[in-house]
Structures are given as C-alpha cells and as structure tokens.
Nanobody, 121 residues
Framework: QLQLVESGGGLVQPGGSLRLSCVAS????????ITWFRQAPGKEREGVSC????????NYLGSVKGRFTISRDNAKNTVYLQMSSLKPEDTAVYSC??????????????WGSGTLVTVSS
C-alpha cells in the first residue's frame, strides 16, 4: 500500500525536455523529503535533486543545476522533476525516494522502481 510510482520517462532528443512525476500512495508527501536518483548503464546510482518536506531545502547535483527543477504538489501527492536542455549523459533510470522528515539525506524510507529516460538523436 505504501509505494512510489514514477512516470514520464521516454526517448527525447538532446536539448529537449521531459517532466518526470513521482506519485505517492499510502502516505502523504507532506511529511517526507523526496530525492530523485538516477543510474546510468554501468554506473553507480547518484542523487539528482532533493526537496525537503517543507520545501525549505532544495538541492541539485552539480551537473544538472540550471537545467533541472524539482517541485511538489502536495494536493496531488506528487513530486516532479522538470528536465530541460537534456544531454546524452542524462540517460539513466530515474527513481524517486522518500524520507520522513524535513531533511535531505541518504537514508530513504520508500523507493520507486524507476522510469527510463533516454536522450539520443
């Protein structure tokens, strides 16, 4: 019953945009900080962006700053990752994860299974 489901991935050309969604069920995102992770083929998983439960703290991976924007719509129990100016190196499976509390850290309570983003011409 408690889960996160990502959507919005797909194939996009370099320079294009996608918006990923992370929908929570069984719990309220009001009380959780949400982190987007990604894992490219053959590479380690890395944190892309996080928004704390209050929205007071937002951070981004250096390589996506200025291109990606994280946001939340608590009424829809959804967190978004708007991605623009996409590059081939952004190709990865993107997953969202939730941690109870108003912090962004490495310890997660719930994980989604991911959505694939492929940036290619």
């Amino acid at each position: 019953q408690l889960q996160l489901v990502e959507s919005g991935g797909g194939l996009v050309q370099p320079g294009g945009s996608l918006r990923l969604s992370c929908v929570a069920s069984g719990f309220s995102l009001n009380d959780y900080s949400i982190t987007w992770f990604r894992q490219a083929p053959g590479k380690e998983r890395e944190g892309v962006s996080c928004t704390s439960s209050s929205g007071a703290k937002i951070n981004y991976l250096g390589s996506v700053k200025g291109r990606f924007t994280i946001s939340r719509d608590n009424a829809k129990n959804t967190v978004y990752l708007q991605m623009s100016s996409l590059k081939p190196e952004d190709t990865a499976v993107y997953s969202c994860a939730a941690q109870f509390g108003d912090i962004c850290s490495s310890n997660m309570d719930y994980w989604g299974s991911g959505t694939l983003v492929t940036v290619s011409s």
